[in-house]
């Protein structure tokens, strides 16, 4: 009991701190994007997207499908025991097994692996390096989300974007230009130092012993077996437009597409660190029985969110039409477009993400394999139609529709384990469509920021009006959570 009290109060002080971490990552990110389209041509930059997606495949097939493993399990051993030794070994023995296939898998095959990437056959060998140190990277940082030591994990997301950063700001200056090997050679260096700071500072005690357990491994691969599917089929389908458009098109087109994928991505990773700091305490509350609370959540938190994430959005699209150009470079102009028609989609993002912990707690991952499906059936029929008459923005206006019913999938998956109403969450998202007919039908630079200005002050009034009441008030009293949260709340309704 005391550590539910203690992780649900802690809750608004650690979204604090990943929203505050957050905020530096997606700066230091900007500022890396900015700088490589400036020493990068658009079919450079293309290549390089291309070696991305080979990067995530190959974790995807190592241990992105397994790794919320140590969240949903180690959070529980680590209740119990004050360690995550035996599901996070039973973990690593899998993620072993399945890189080493991947990799035997891309030697065997890195003539045609290494050309259609772009780079050489001895790359291979920098890619296959690059991602044995991302895997002992994520596998790390997610025993801190696992042990709640979400400052930890904060602060290593961020120093892990600095040293990459250091490293691109000396060829920036030394350099101008920047080929893709360089660029790949930055990613192993700035990799390697982050993995040994990584392992210098991680507790090694909640590690100990080193026990491989039949039944850890069973439990594992039992919660973790439909999302291999639902993962691998979010990850194609994440990478349906770019493979596409690198099938379809050129690699210049590529580039210019990956940059507002790659902007997208990073708006929407933002609202992900949400999940991460409340879906281990869902899982203790369901863990507990207290069900009541989830429902709470559910009911009264949930569609406040979803309206703030989509005001987030919307502020988000107007921004980007006015800096685009000066971030980015006349190079990558035709990437605007289709940036605000991705972030369209994003902004239903608050729906999936914020439901996506009561599934987990839960243990309803096929529905999230479910929703998956239906994204990736949806993006590929949309890409295959829509970029022969459209090109790069037809690929972005079926990546939109397809993230849109990724997210009301999981939104109707929710509502059989617990009751909300749709027409309230549905609602919420509608300062996204706003925003986007703003960024559209207004030209003017001035009328843009007055007309968002004034739809903003409008939301903050909704807000106030709607969401801010004496049911609020409760529900944040029975999670216990802070009295300064409830207090900042009652403020606003005395005022």
Same mark, same amino acid.
């Given at each position: 009991?005391?550590?539910?009290?203690?992780?649900?109060?802690?809750?608004?002080?650690? +979204?604090? $701190?990943?929203?505050?971490?957050?905020?530096?990552?997606?700066?230091?990110?900007?500022?890396?994007?900015?700088?490589?389209?400036?020493?990068?041509?658009?079919?450079?930059?293309?290549? *390089?997207?291309?070696?991305?997606?080979?990067?995530?495949?190959?974790? /995807?097939?190592?241990?992105?499908?397994?790794?919320?493993?140590?969240?949903?399990?180690?959070?529980?051993?680590?209740?119990?025991?004050?360690?995550?030794?035996?599901?996070?070994?039973?973990?690593?023995?899998?993620?072993?097994?399945?890189?080493?296939?991947?990799?035997?898998?891309?030697?065997?095959?890195?003539?045609?692996?290494?050309?259609?990437?772009?780079?050489?056959?001895?790359?291979? =060998?920098?890619?296959?390096?690059?991602?044995?140190?991302?895997?002992?990277?994520?596998?790390?940082?997610?025993?801190?989300?696992?042990?709640?030591?979400?400052?930890?994990?904060?602060?290593?997301?961020? &120093?892990?974007?600095?040293?990459?950063?250091?490293?691109?700001?000396?060829?920036?200056?030394?350099?101008?230009?920047?080929?893709?090997?360089? &660029?790949?050679?930055?990613?192993?260096?700035?990799?390697?130092?982050?993995?040994?700071?990584?392992?210098?500072?991680?507790?090694?005690?909640?590690?100990?012993?080193?026990?491989?357990?039949?039944?850890?491994?069973?439990?594992?691969? #039992?919660?973790?077996?439909?999302?291999?599917?639902?993962?691998?089929?979010?990850?194609?389908?994440?990478?349906?437009?770019?493979?596409?458009?690198?099938?379809? $098109?050129?690699?210049?087109?590529?580039?210019?597409?990956?940059?507002?994928?790659?902007?997208?991505?990073?708006?929407?990773?933002?609202?992900?660190?949400?999940? #991460?700091?409340?879906?281990?305490?869902?899982?203790?509350? *369901?863990?507990?029985?207290?069900?009541?609370?989830?429902?709470?959540?559910?009911?009264?938190?949930?569609?406040?969110?979803?309206?703030?994430?989509?005001?987030?959005?919307?502020?988000?699209?107007? @921004?980007?039409?006015?800096?685009?150009?000066?971030?980015?470079?006349?190079?990558?102009?035709?990437?605007?477009?289709?940036?605000? @028609?991705?972030?369209?989609?994003?902004?239903?993002?608050?729906?999936?993400?914020?439901?996506?912990?009561?599934?987990?707690?839960?243990?309803?991952? =096929?529905?999230?394999?479910?929703?998956?499906?239906?994204?990736?059936?949806?993006?590929?029929?949309?890409?295959?139609?829509?970029?022969?008459?459209?090109?790069? $923005?037809?690929?972005? #206006?079926?990546?939109?529709?397809?993230?849109?019913? +990724?997210?009301?999938?999981?939104?109707?998956?929710?509502?059989?384990?617990?009751?909300?109403?749709?027409?309230?969450?549905?609602?919420?998202?509608?300062?996204?469509?706003?925003?986007?007919?703003? @960024?559209?039908?207004?030209?003017?630079?001035?009328?843009?920021?007055?007309?968002?200005?004034?739809?903003?002050?409008? $939301?903050? #009034?909704?807000?106030? !009006?709607?969401? /801010?009441?004496?049911?609020?008030?409760?529900?944040?009293?029975?999670?216990?959570?802070?009295?300064?949260?409830?207090?900042?709340?009652? !403020? !606003?309704?005395?005022?």
């Amino acid at each position: 009991m005391n550590t539910i009290k203690s992780d649900v109060k802690s809750v608004p002080a650690d +979204y604090s $701190l990943l929203v505050a971490t957050n905020f530096l990552i997606c700066l230091f990110s900007i500022v890396i994007t900015s700088m490589l389209t400036r020493m990068m041509d658009a079919a450079s930059y293309g290549v *390089y997207s291309v070696f991305i997606f080979a990067t995530q495949t190959l974790l /995807l097939f190592s241990s992105t499908w397994i790794i919320s493993s140590i969240v949903r399990f180690g959070r529980e051993e680590f209740d119990k025991t004050a360690k995550v030794s035996r599901i996070f070994w039973a973990y690593a023995l899998v993620v072993c097994v399945m890189f080493g296939l991947s990799s035997l898998v891309v030697v065997a095959l890195r003539e045609g692996v290494s050309k259609y990437i772009g780079i050489t056959k001895q790359e291979i =060998w920098i890619l296959l390096t690059y991602v044995f140190l991302l895997l002992i990277s994520t596998s790390l940082l997610s025993i801190y989300q696992a042990t709640r030591k979400l400052k930890i994990y904060g602060i290593l997301q961020v &120093l892990e974007k600095f040293v990459l950063l250091l490293i691109l700001s000396f060829l920036y200056v030394y350099y101008h230009r920047l080929s893709v090997q360089l &660029l790949l050679y930055s990613f192993l260096i700035s990799s390697g130092i982050f993995v040994s700071i990584n392992i210098i500072i991680t507790k090694k005690d909640i590690l100990i012993p080193v026990k491989f357990r039949k039944n850890d491994l069973k439990e594992l691969l #039992i919660f973790s077996g439909p999302l291999f599917i639902s993962v691998g089929t979010a990850h194609f389908g994440m990478w349906i437009s770019p493979i596409l458009i690198n099938n379809f $098109l050129t690699k210049d087109q590529l580039g210019t597409y990956y940059l507002a994928h790659q902007i997208n991505f990073l708006v929407g990773s933002t609202i992900l660190q949400l999940s #991460i700091a409340l879906t281990p305490i869902l899982v203790l509350l *369901y863990s507990r029985k207290k069900i009541d609370l989830i429902d709470l959540y559910v009911r009264k938190l949930v569609p406040l969110g979803v309206f703030v994430w989509a005001i987030i959005v919307a502020l988000t699209m107007v @921004v980007s039409k006015l800096l685009f150009l000066h971030l980015f470079g006349k190079n990558f102009v035709f990437a605007l477009n289709p940036l605000q @028609v991705l972030l369209l989609g994003t902004g239903f993002a608050g729906i999936h993400v914020l439901f996506a912990g009561v599934l987990t707690a839960y243990k309803f991952t =096929w529905a999230s394999t479910k929703a998956s499906l239906i994204y990736i059936f949806t993006n590929l029929l949309g890409n295959i139609i829509l970029i022969k008459f459209f090109g790069i $923005l037809g690929a972005a #206006i079926a990546t939109c529709i397809a993230s849109i019913a +990724y997210s009301i999938s999981i939104m109707l998956e929710t509502h059989k384990v617990t009751k909300f109403k749709f027409s309230l969450i549905v609602f919420n998202v509608i300062p996204v469509f706003f925003s986007f007919l703003i @960024v559209f039908c207004i030209k003017g630079v001035i009328a843009t920021i007055v007309i968002s200005f004034i739809m903003f002050i409008g $939301l903050v #009034i909704v807000i106030k !009006r709607f969401f /801010l009441d004496k049911d609020l008030v409760t529900v944040l009293s029975k999670l216990e959570f802070p009295g300064w949260t409830i207090d900042f709340i009652r !403020r !606003r309704l005395a005022n």
